[in-house]
């Protein structure tokens, strides 16, 4: 109501952004002091599921921070930079407790992670993985980084488990700096566990700027890592500038690529060649689709999703030759899965919106509940099957890659097929309300017991 008077004065709707800001932060203040009040007796049914002991772990092998939406390396590819990794990984040397391998995105980085992380697993190696991706609240940031980690290594070592628990007992270990809790949950247990431990990093990129937090993490890996006699350190990520400073003149180590360690691009070749073996028509034209993969695996492997989805796959061969760049690719597996109709178009937005838009990722089920029609999203997830990842409808739904995420959201880069993630919380708080709307109507019976102004 207000915004309809301001008629166009930016000094006005300046004021009343304001206005409508200092509103809700008193509305949020006063929700939170409500719920506070309300956790009494009277809604201790409601409370079943509260962690009533604060040692205990957590332990949560299918959480994302542990990657396992990888897969792992097809076989005979990426051998060198398995068996350098190997090596690394049984020298003794102290000076060399660090594995830095720095590449483009799409290069198969987090494949090499997931390959190592399943063999060092199944040696019965103390070993733990966090993935950091900006798909999810948990895994942009470093809150759940310690006690993850520490979980990973507390299934494996009963030393470990002890110590991380008896830290755990602390009523407000989850409150301290980032610092204190590493040393409390991991560097310490690893200390007393006084057994060879590798702590990867994959995907460090990933993990956000704001605030600091990446600057803290590194900061931190810095401090304690010459303090733990027996960690060995590997990660991954982009060759961003700060991570490189921090591995060279911090760390002390030299990065490495897989130019430097493969050489060429004949893992692609294989890799394209195993996918098409049954496209015998196209087999004299795979040349220039391996040419222009250029070592890039997420390139090869969404290029070959579209060839055997599509009915006419050597146009669509011309086409993948006219420009070698993962924006490109995006662009023309949407093009191919894109419907013609207007309307159908805005329904495979408005479900982008609300995946892109979700801090956690949501599964066709889910989403369901929340779109504005119900039966929208399989059809569209099904549709741009080549960019997304899950198994059935019961499945959370995952970008294939970090980088889809920046083309959808970069206006310049996608063009047509721009996704804005505001209008996807918008979307996904409607589903919201009209989820707690219909639980109300169903089940009167609680809402006696709250006091006035809650009910209402």
């Known amino acids: 109501m207000k915004f309809t008077n301001v008629d166009g004065n930016v000094a006005a709707t300046t004021q009343t952004i ?25 809604l201790s049914q409601f409370q079943a599921d509260t962690p009533k002991d604060t040692g205990k772990e957590y332990f949560n092998p299918n959480s994302n921070a542990y990657g396992n939406q990888h897969v792992s390396c097809l076989q005979g590819t990426r051998t060198n930079t398995l068996q350098a990794i190997r090596h690394w990984a049984s020298n003794d040397n102290a000076g060399n407790r660090m594995f830095c391998l720095l590449d483009v995105a799409g290069s198969g980085k987090s494949t090499v992670a997931k390959t190592m992380a399943d063999q060092w697993t199944k040696e019965e190696r103390l070993v733990a993985r966090f993935f950091f991706s900006r798909d999810t609240a948990e895994t942009m940031s470093t809150k759940s980084f310690c006690s993850t980690v520490a979980n990973a290594f507390a299934a494996i070592n009963p030393n470990f488990k002890t110590s991380m628990k008896k830290y755990m007992k602390l009523p407000d270990w989850k409150l301290l700096p980032f610092e204190q809790q590493f040393e409390g949950l991991v560097a310490g247990p690893l200390k007393k566990a006084k057994q060879p431990s590798i702590l990867m990093i994959d995907a460090l990129d990933e993990c956000g700027k704001e605030n600091g937090v990446r600057g803290t993490l590194l900061e931190t890996l810095r401090t304690q890592f010459h303090s733990v006699q027996f960690l060995h350190i590997f990660v991954t990520g982009r060759p961003e500038p700060d991570i490189k400073r921090w591995a060279v003149e911090e760390m002390g180590v030299r990065y490495t690529n ?76 949407l093009k191919q899965s894109m419907p013609v109709d207007s309307v159908s178009q805005s329904i495979m937005t408005t479900v982008l919106e609300m995946i892109l838009a979700a801090r956690e990722p949501l599964s066709i089920a889910q989403l369901d509940r929340l779109s504005p029609q119900p039966g929208i999203v399989e059809p569209v997830v099904g549709r741009l099957s080549s960019l997304l990842l899950h198994q059935d409808r019961e499945d959370p739904i995952r ?37 707690i709307s219909h639980q109300s109507e169903q089940d009167l019976s609680n809402l006696p017991r709250l006091d006035e102004i809650s009910a209402r």
């Not at 028509?281 to 695996?297: E, H, M, T």
């Not at 505001?422 to 979307?427: A, E, M, V």
């Open 18 to 42: 304001r206005d409508m800001d200092s509103l809700f932060e008193k509305y949020t203040i006063a929700l939170h002091q409500s719920v506070k009040c309300l956790a009494g007796p009277d």
């Open 258 to 333: 897989f130019a430097q360690l493969e050489g060429d691009n004949n893992d692609v070749e294989l890799y394209i060649r195993s996918r098409l073996h049954g496209l015998s028509n196209v087999q004299d034209r795979l040349y220039p689709v391996i040419r222009d993969a250029d070592g890039l695996f997420i390139w090869a492997r969404i290029a070959c999703d579209l060839l055997l989805q599509t009915i006419d796959p050597n146009s669509l061969l011309e086409i993948l030759g006219e420009e070698v760049s993962l924006d490109y690719l995006y662009e023309v597996a």
């Open 399 to 435: 970008l294939l890659h970090a980088t889809l995420r920046e083309f959808l959201t970069s206006q310049k880069k996608a063009g047509r097929y721009y996704i804005q993630p505001g209008l996807g919380h918008y979307r996904l708080a409607l589903g919201c309300i009209q989820v």
